[in-house]
């Protein structure tokens, strides 16, 4: 599962990106690296994960997750919407970014959220919870207190996402990317 090793494809998808118009910087644009996608998706604390009812109907939740070996980490309780979506169909997206029309890069990853069995890989992922989220998870007065005993108990499900495709689309002072990774 871990992607950690592989290099994706990488292309700009200059229909969607700066390099066809007029504007200044845009004929230099360029597609964004993935180091640079990586270090955003080790730094986001809020994505939105998007899952398929069984019915077809879409589910959009926020999560905490955490960039781990080239694998993207997140955990629900087993009786919830985005749990149960999974247990069906394990197609899924997370999402993140900011909300400036100008400055920053939104992240799209695409992939199959196959849920944690392994103890060892549980714990690594536990360690980058708390490096990631600290006092929120670490402390008694965090928001997530406990979260890893919860992972170790089984009460929560942690689901490893490794990206299929990734997309990113980057703002510029107007100058704008759009990148798409393939692994």
């Not at 994960?49 to 926020?62: A, E, F, I, K, Q």
């Not at 207190?145 to 990206?163: E, K, L, S, Y």
Request: hydrophobic share 35%; proline share 5%.
């Amino acid at each position: 599962m871990p992607t950690q090793g592989k290099r994706p494809t990488t292309d700009l998808d200059a229909r969607y990106s700066s390099a066809l118009t007029s504007r200044p910087g845009a004929a230099d644009v360029t597609a964004t690296e993935w180091a640079e996608a990586q270090r955003e998706l080790e730094a986001a604390e809020i994505f939105w994960v998007s899952t398929v009812r069984p019915d077809g109907r879409l589910h959009v939740t926020p999560v905490i997750a955490a960039w781990h070996g080239g694998v993207l980490y997140f955990s629900t309780g087993k009786e919830e919407q985005k749990a149960r979506n999974l247990a069906h169909d394990g197609h899924c997206a997370l999402t993140t970014g900011g909300n400036s029309l100008t400055e920053g890069l939104d992240l799209v990853v695409e992939g199959t959220a196959q849920p944690v069995a392994d103890p060892a890989v549980l714990e690594e992922v536990i360690a980058a919870y708390e490096t990631k989220y600290g006092p929120h998870i670490t402390s008694p007065e965090g928001t997530f207190h406990g979260i890893g005993d919860a992972f170790r108990r089984g009460d929560a499900v942690v689901f490893a996402v490794a990206p299929a495709t990734a997309y990113g689309f980057g703002r510029n002072d107007g100058v704008y990317t759009h990148t798409r990774w393939r692994f």
